[in-house]
């Protein structure tokens, strides 16, 4: 088993629907969490990062943390086509080296 | 400010030649990485570096070394190219939580 899973997707959804990106994880030493997003063939950018439980938001995208269930979630609203990218979840248990990522979501969102 | 480039973006090798994946970064991070990126695998840690002077293997180092150069260099040495080590290799760069990547080389091994 996989430290991190992530569903591979493809997701498709309209644009301006609400997206739910998802990961689990079995590592319970993982406190740092982190979303990056991935554009066709460029290198990953950092999107959001979170430490322990709980939920951070910036602008249409909220980030949220289970810490008991090992579940971390990316929720975007409004939805726009240049959301179109692969979704990758990151952890870490000291916040810096070494990173888990999760396989990646491919998300197209249609005009 | 350029951040992270690689070079080179694209290369064709056969099976048993070698090559070095040059990375170099000008944000003053301490701390750089190597990844390969496989359909389906996500992103693998190979070396990666948290100073000047110092490596570390990651999560699949066979095959492959690398050099920390100097605070800004770090590169990744394949000595005898395998088809297995077809991929998209992204170094990267940190001082604190965040991971900047480069724009990535893509190999083929035939």
């Known amino acids: 088993q996989k430290e991190v899973e992530q569903d591979p997707g493809p997701l498709s959804v309209p644009e301006g629907a609400i997206v739910s990106l998802n990961c689990t994880y079995s590592n319970s030493a993982f406190q740092y969490f982190m979303w990056y997003r991935q554009y066709s063939r460029k290198g990953p950018e950092l999107l959001m990062y979170?430490?322990?439980?709980g939920n951070k938001e910036d602008g249409r995208f909220t980030a949220q943390v289970d810490k008991s269930s090992k579940y971390i979630s990316l929720f975007i609203r409004d939805s726009q086509p240049s959301d179109s990218a692969t979704y990758l979840c990151?952890?870490?248990?000291?916040?810096?080296?070494?990173?888990?990522f999760g396989t990646g979501t491919r998300l197209t969102i249609i005009p | 400010n350029a951040g992270v480039t690689q070079t080179p973006k694209f290369q064709v090798l056969k099976t048993g030649q070698s090559m070095t994946l040059q990375c170099a970064q000008d944000?003053?991070?301490?701390?750089m990485y190597w990844y390969r990126q496989d359909p389906g695998m996500g992103l693998r840690l190979i070396y990666y570096?948290?100073?000047?002077?110092?490596?570390d293997k990651g999560e699949v180092p066979n095959g492959y070394n690398v050099s920390r150069l100097n605070k800004r260099e770090f590169s990744l040495r394949l000595e005898s190219a395998a088809p297995s080590q077809t991929s998209v290799y992204f170094c990267?760069?940190?001082?604190?939580?965040?991971?900047?990547f480069g724009p990535g080389t893509r190999l083929t091994v035939l």
């Open positions: 944000m003053n991070h301490n701390s």
């Open positions: 570096s948290a100073s000047e002077g110092t490596t």
């Open positions: 990151a952890m870490s248990p000291f916040g810096n080296e070494k990173l888990t």
């Open positions: 979170t430490y322990s439980s």
């Open positions: 990267a760069s940190s001082a604190l939580a965040e991971q900047f």
